[in-house]
């Protein structure tokens, strides 16, 4: 398996447009996570999903941020309008789910919003 | 929020020598884990420590757990230039459905 797969890599876009980032979890896997990393705050987990349903979005920071997983072979966070404070590295994870079960990571998104 | 702290924030050692990462975090938990993410890469697993055991081991990495302290360690034998890195704890809280929570990370350099 390649593993957790993010794109794009990079994105820089300017400020009041859309965003959208896309993540294939690793095959089989039950969870899928999206998290939000900045120097100033770290790693925030912004929503989880199990078996395609979002369980705790509680960490999604305004209504501007949605993210869906229409299947279990894709899922999307989407930022409108986005903002110069939603530049990030935006990671996605998956896990087999269930207990005692590690995460793996995708290699992340970097958003620059200007 | 962070559930876990991490001590120190940052680390300087020599090449060979060992290095002792800590965290507490503040709820119960089903299992702790540490997490290793090179400058610019994603996070990757390195140990996963479950409640009811205190220590694990797995090649040069020793962690630790004191779930009446709500505490753990983890610490690097025979450091190498190479296991440069931020290093994060990562708990998996009782109720919470298998989320993972990170802690804030301590950044080691291993200087040659």
């Known amino acids: 398996d390649a593993g957790v797969i993010q794109s794009p890599r990079h994105e820089v876009t300017e400020m009041g447009q859309e965003v959208t980032l896309r993540c294939k979890p690793i095959s089989g896997h039950n969870s899928l996570f999206w998290y939000r990393q900045t120097m100033m705050r770290g790693l925030e987990l912004l929503i989880y999903f199990n078996n395609n349903v979002p369980i705790d979005d509680s960490g999604m920071p305004e209504d501007r941020f949605s993210a869906k997983m229409p299947n279990a072979s894709f899922s999307t966070l989407k930022i409108q309008p986005s903002e110069p404070r939603d530049s990030a590295v935006y990671f996605c994870?998956?896990?087999?789910?269930?207990?005692?079960?590690?995460?793996?990571f995708g290699q992340g998104t970097r958003l620059t919003v200007v | 929020s962070q559930q876990g702290e991490e001590d120190p924030q940052a680390l300087s050692i020599q090449e060979g020598e060992n290095a002792t990462m800590n965290c507490s975090y503040k709820?119960?938990?089903?299992?702790l884990q540490w997490y290793r993410q090179n400058s610019g890469r994603g996070l990757v697993h390195l140990i996963l420590i479950r409640s009811n055991e205190r220590e694990k081991h797995s090649g040069r990495l020793r962690v630790t757990l004191d779930t009446s302290k709500k505490s753990s360690s983890l610490l690097i034998t025979a450091s190498r230039a190479a296991d440069t890195a931020s290093y994060f704890c990562?708990?998996?809280?009782?109720?919470?459905?298998?989320?993972?929570?990170f802690g804030t990370g301590t950044q080691l350099k291993v200087e040659l």
């Open positions: 994870a998956s896990s087999p789910g269930g207990r005692n079960t590690e995460a793996f």
């Open positions: 990562a708990t998996d809280t009782t109720g919470g459905g298998n989320k993972l929570t």
């Open positions: 709820t119960s938990i089903n299992n």
